[in-house]
């Protein structure tokens, strides 16, 4: 299984265009998905591991109504992603909104979260990221490892 790792900055392309750094797409296969993730930031899954989760949301049973809503809101949000002939993905309208990406935002962060990879506006990701540094070793302590 693919375990990813790291901290990269990219910035869009003047036709919101990214592209995976190579240190993580080795292990991310050449087919793989986007869908929302938490904090406004875009998960993008393996195959495998999308499979995974998709088996697991599709065990939710179909009269649990507040469930369905759960499995609905991910599912809709998951897509497969599409390079072109340089290995470029283009953002779409949808993913730049959820990522809070605005015309003038073109500077992203892309990053490793172990099962997978997170692409963040950059601002949001450091307003986010701002305590770890200084709360360095409580939220390291609390990792339980």
């Given amino acids: 299984m693919a375990m990813f790792t790291g901290e990269y900055f990219h ?31 875009i998960f993008v899954f393996t195959k495998e591991r999308m499979q995974q989760y ?23 949000t998951c897509v497969q992603v599409e390079e072109d002939n340089q290995g470029r993905i283009v953002l779409s309208p949808e993913f730049r909104r959820h990522a809070q990406l605005g015309k003038d935002d073109k500077d992203l962060v892309i990053c490793g979260a172990v099962n997978r990879i997170e692409i963040w506006n950059r601002r949001i990701y450091e307003e986010y990221t701002a305590d770890m540094e200084t709360d360095y070793d409580k939220l390291f302590s609390q990792l339980g490892i």
Avoid: W
């Fill in 11 to 41: 910035q869009l392309d003047a036709k919101n265009r990214i592209r995976i750094p190579a240190r993580l797409k080795k292990d991310l296969g050449e087919e793989y998905y986007f869908a929302y993730g938490t904090n406004h930031c």
């Fill in 54 to 76: 998709l088996e697991e949301l599709g065990a939710t049973k179909i009269s649990d109504l507040e469930a369905q809503k759960r499995v609905r809101m991910f599912a809709r």
